[in-house]
């Protein structure tokens, strides 16, 4: 019972949290909100309190078809480089996973992820975004190509 309040709970403040991103964005270019629904939809608006979570997301998903940076991966673990080069070519997403929890794990090293390329490359690999605008309070809108 208590579990099933809580996720209500937390799926009221996640929608409160879409709406609020969607005044801010409609507040920023003079937009009614219902203009700004529709735009934005063409796009991603984050708060940069999200960026974490959003990056966190895309590491534990392991996109292979993008290209793998095996340098900072080596630098973020202290794994060879090699192993690395290896693990890409062989696709092994599982090994590549094991080798993050075993020596800094996925909070970790998705921060140094996101200190190290910024958000814009992990939007880039969700959704193609082509522009990053800021719309104040630490809010940003990602324009999706």
Do not use: W
Request: proline share 1%; aromatic share 14%.
């Amino acid at each position: 019972m208590m579990n099933t309040f809580i996720e209500s709970k937390n799926e009221f403040f996640a929608a409160q949290f879409e709406e609020h991103k969607i005044e801010v964005y409609a507040k920023k270019y003079n937009l009614t909100v219902e203009e700004a629904e529709s735009i934005s939809s063409e796009g991603l608006i984050l708060h940069d309190s999200e960026f974490l979570r959003f990056v966190i997301d895309v590491v534990q998903q392991m996109y292979l078809h993008e290209p793998i940076d095996t340098t900072f991966m080596s630098m973020a673990t202290g794994v060879s480089k090699s192993v690395f080069d290896h693990l890409h070519t062989t696709e092994d997403i599982e090994a590549l996973r094991s080798i993050i929890d075993a020596t800094v794990g996925i909070m970790q090293f998705s921060k140094m992820a996101l200190d190290y390329f910024g958000i814009s490359y992990f939007i880039t690999i969700e959704g193609n975004a082509s522009s990053m605008y800021p719309l104040g309070d630490g809010y940003y809108y990602f324009q999706c190509a």
